[in-house]
């Protein structure tokens, strides 16, 4: 079965502390990685995302991801967050070369202390 | 270039009657994506169309729910009637098809209409 799961539902961190968000994933088939986040009263917007090629991927804010496939993890890192991070991050996969549906972990609600 | 936009951001409505919600997808894109959240539980995959076609409907709940993409435009849902279970955060999405040279399509989501059902 298609399915992403986030290791942690609710974290809360001082500002200038180190992130990682754990994503596992069993999906069949080569896939394309994402991790979206949502902060609060704004759309769902892309984050970063893996595709192909290094696995190590920089996205906005940051924030970076490293793929390892023999462990189908996806996590996601920020070395030093800020209050403005605070926000729900879901990490998804859809199947890759195709406009295909993607399937979301639960998400995890952030939350910087200042 | 104005983004995905939904329409109404919320709605009330009691058990059993009907609500239709909006979607406007970016301008030019072929595919667009329903999803739904309901409280507590991840973001899923409700339908797909191309164009005015539906190419994957696998995660509509039951048979109370129609989408239609009338033109290849703008979307609509339909509950009808609606329960309380239907009660959530609805999504659109929309993206541009695969190129001959793209192995990856990223889908822009609109805000979501937050539904209640009582």
């Known amino acids: 079965a298609q399915s992403v799961s986030q290791h942690n539902h609710h974290v809360i961190l001082s500002e200038a502390a180190s992130l990682e968000l754990g994503c596992n994933y069993s999906?069949?088939?080569?896939?394309?990685l994402f991790w979206y986040v949502q902060y609060p009263g704004q759309h769902l917007q892309l984050l970063l995302k893996?595709?192909?090629?290094?696995?190590l991927v920089k996205g906005i804010k940051g924030f970076e991801a490293e793929f390892i496939k023999s462990k189908f993890s996806f996590n996601l890192r920020k070395p030093s967050v800020q209050w403005s991070d605070t926000a729900e991050y879901f990490c998804?996969?859809?199947?890759?070369?195709?406009?295909?549906?993607?399937?979301f972990g639960k998400g995890t609600r952030l939350h910087i202390l200042p | 270039e104005a983004g995905v936009t939904q329409f109404p951001s919320h709605s009330v409505i009691e058990k059993g009657q009907t609500v239709t919600l909006r979607c406007d997808p970016i301008?030019?894109?072929?595919?667009l994506y329903w999803y739904r959240r309901v409280m507590g539980k991840e973001i899923k995959f409700l339908l797909h169309?191309?164009?005015?076609?539906?190419?994957?409907e696998s995660g509509m709940p039951n048979n109370r729910f129609l989408a239609e993409r009338t033109g290849g435009t703008y979307s609509t849902l339909k509950v009808q009637p609606a329960e309380l279970e239907d009660s959530g955060v609805y999504f659109c999405a929309s993206s541009q098809g695969l190129g001959v040279q793209s192995s990856y399509n990223e889908q822009f989501f609109g805000p979501g209409t937050r539904l209640t059902v009582l």
């Open positions: 169309f191309v164009k005015e076609s539906k190419q994957d």
């Open positions: 301008s030019g894109h072929d595919n």
């Open positions: 998804a996969v859809n199947a890759r070369n195709r406009d295909d549906k993607i399937i």
């Open positions: 893996y595709f192909s090629g290094d696995p």
């Open positions: 999906y069949g088939g080569t896939v394309n």
